[in-house]
């Protein structure tokens, strides 16, 4: 809040390049890869808004504090300052190489803040980078240990997949109802090595979609579903889900759409119903 005492912090932040393939250059070592000579400077100046003022990065502790840590007139860094603004000198110049910066050194303090002012080009942390990755961050602040954790994160999921593969490896029906559910429908002479192959794609390129789909409560009723629409048990018109005598596949009063469908399929009423689906399939399948 206004007025309490700002100090700075010892932390060490790395303002990382964010490589991007463009054009032909597909090797990451070449001197141009990312669209950014190894030579090359971006510099960033405190952002001005449309009446000629500076955009104002600083809360009032902040600005205050640093002024007593600078040895700095009162209202310094003002950024209405009409003679020697502080704001009209400084700058941060970024190389493809990134920037360390430490939070206890004031003028590497009011850089950063300089940095997070371009929210378009520069993403805040690597977890809100991988959330959004807008086409236009040039650049992502790795704080701490962030990138480690994240990275130890993504072996972790990875490793969960492989083990989930691992249970569905051992029959042939569970990986082609899984690559059902995943979207890749297969074609009847399917061979198990491609089966295979496909399936072991997808846990390596996408982890954790790979576990969404295994881990849904719901995952065998819908399979179910998929079945039966793809075998004409079941008929599936504008979202919705009849038997294909045309009974609902819902509650009474309800319409059998996907999610009406598996909450009646997963219920004690629709067990019969389940079992007759099941039993339809069984049968042609024979």
Do not use: C
């Amino acid at each position: 809040m206004a007025g309490e005492k700002f100090t700075l912090k010892d932390e060490t932040v790395f303002v990382k390049f964010i490589k991007k393939q463009k054009g032909n250059i597909v090797n990451e070592n070449h001197i141009l890869y990312g669209g950014f000579s190894e030579f090359g400077t971006i510099t960033y100046y405190p952002r001005q808004l449309k009446n000629g003022h500076f955009m104002n990065v600083l809360k009032d502790n902040e600005k205050e504090g640093l002024e007593v840590i600078m040895g700095l007139p009162t209202n310094a860094l003002s950024i209405y300052s009409k003679k020697d603004n502080y704001w009209d000198t400084v700058k941060v110049e970024m190389t493809k190489e990134g920037k360390y910066l430490n939070t206890a050194n004031p003028e590497e303090f009011i850089q950063l803040k300089i940095l997070e002012s371009y929210s378009d080009q520069v993403a805040p942390s690597l977890k809100e980078y991988n959330r959004q990755r807008k086409a236009t961050y040039k650049f992502v602040i790795v704080r701490g240990d962030e990138e480690s954790k994240f990275y130890n994160q993504k072996v972790d999921v990875k490793k969960e997949a492989f083990k989930a593969l691992g249970k569905l490896e051992d029959s042939l029906e569970a990986m082609t109802d899984f690559l059902l559910m995943y979207g890749t429908p297969l074609a009847k002479d399917s061979s198990q090595d491609f089966i295979k192959s496909e399936i072991n794609r997808r846990a390596d390129e996408n982890p954790k979609k790979f576990l969404q789909i295994v881990h849904d409560p719901n995952y065998k009723v819908k399979v179910l579903l998929s079945k039966a629409v793809r075998s004409k048990v079941v008929r599936l018109s504008g979202g919705q889900y009849h038997t294909s005598d045309g009974l609902s596949i819902s509650f009474p009063n309800e319409t059998p759409t996907i999610s009406n469908a598996i909450n009646f399929l997963e219920s004690n009423e629709g067990h019969e119903l389940r079992v007759r689906l099941e039993g339809e399939l069984e049968e042609l399948n024979k």
